[in-house]
């Protein structure tokens, strides 16, 4: 069964910190990159951050890099985002998938940043 259950955004304030979570059939995990991406009204969806599949490789957009991180929990199929200094720019809705981003995605989870 392929599938993807994205958690843990919410309305913060700027300045403000959220642990984003997903967790991952094992048919779209296993063995590749995983990486979250992010949507906000309007514009398209846009890479935010990647992992390989042994954790050795972390890559970022530069709109988070050095307040986004990336990490992964392989037998638990499980993928994170700890995103600290959140910015009103950061709202979007945020969605896990492997890298290269496959067809299938979940529902995402909606993350607000207040000024």
């Known amino acids: 069964q392929v599938q993807l259950v994205e958690s843990g955004g919410g309305l913060v304030q700027a300045g403000g910190s959220l642990r984003l979570s997903c967790a991952a059939s094992?048919?779209?995990?296993?063995?590749?990159?995983m990486g979250w991406y992010r949507q906000a009204p309007g514009k398209q969806r846009e890479f935010v951050a990647s992992?390989?599949?042994?954790?050795?490789?972390?890559k970022y957009a530069d709109s988070v890099k050095g307040r986004v991180t990336i990490s992964r929990d392989n037998p638990k199929n499980m993928v994170y985002l700890q995103m600290n200094s959140l910015k009103p720019e950061d709202t979007a809705v945020y969605y896990c998938n492997r890298v290269p981003r496959g067809t299938y995605w979940g529902q995402g989870t909606q993350v607000t940043v207040s000024s």
């Open positions: 992992i390989s599949s042994g954790s050795s490789v972390e």
């Open positions: 094992g048919s779209i995990f296993s063995g590749n990159a």
